[in-house]
Structures are given as C-alpha cells and as structure tokens.
Nanobody, 124 residues
Framework: QVQLVESGGGLVQAGGSLRLSCAAS????????MGWFRQAPGKEREFVAA???????YRAGSVKGRFTISRDNAKNTVYLQMNSLKPEDTAVYYC??????????????????WGRGTQVTVSS
C-alpha cells in the first residue's frame, strides 16, 4: 500500500508561483512513475504532468513552459513547480503513483494510488 500526501496549495495572484509537494510512503518509491492531475469545479479530472522512474518527464500542452515536475527519491517526494499561474489553473491538484505500466508513461487508468488533493486558487 502506498500513501500519498500533497501539500503546498494555496491562494496566489495571476502571474505568481507555487510549488506543490507529494510525499509518498513505500520503500520502492524510486521505481514508481508519478503524476500530477487536477480537477476544476464542474470539470473532469485532467492530466497535468508525469515523471517516470528514470526521470523522464511529460507535461500537458496547457502547462508546458510554465509547470515543471521533478522528484527526489531520497525524500520519497515528487514536486510540481508552477510558474506564471493563470486563473484557469484553479483546481484541486492530485498526485498519483503507478507501480507498473506499459509504454513510456502510465495512462490515467494505470495509476494505482492517489492522494487526497490540495487546492490551488489563482485570482485575477
């Protein structure tokens, strides 16, 4: 069983920055692929960014050039650095862990564990 706890959300003005953290339990964190997703009110959950066990990254087009995903295996933590925030980035942000997957990155269905989320609100 893997437990994921997000932190770092909050209220920020448009153009500002936040760094989200996701602390994971488990002794094999370095072998997991990790992802960040978000869900805005009235909308479906959407993919934001992912990082493979080897450190390769992939981001959604809407956040490229603004968000960066990284991981620190020594701390069992994955980060999402969010810069140039926009009001449309307002959402609950979730981290997820994938133990086993095919392809370079997991599909949404291949994430096995999810955190409870952290609220990010960007004011205009």
């Amino acid at each position: 069983q893997v437990q994921l706890v997000e932190s770092g959300g909050g209220l920020v003005q448009a153009g500002g920055s936040l760094r989200l953290s996701c602390a994971a339990s488990g002794r094999t964190f370095s072998s997991y692929a990790m992802g960040w997703f978000r869900q805005a009110p009235g909308k479906e959950r959407e993919f934001v960014a992912a990082i493979s066990w080897s450190g390769n990254t992939y981001r959604a087009g809407s956040v490229k050039g603004r968000f960066t995903i990284s991981r620190d295996n020594a701390k069992n933590t994955v980060y999402l650095q969010m810069n140039s925030l926009k009001p449309e980035d307002t959402a609950v942000y979730y981290c997820a862990a994938s133990i086993a997957y095919s392809g370079s990155f997991p599909t949404t269905a291949e994430y096995d564990y999810w955190g409870r989320g952290t609220q990010v609100t960007v004011s205009s």
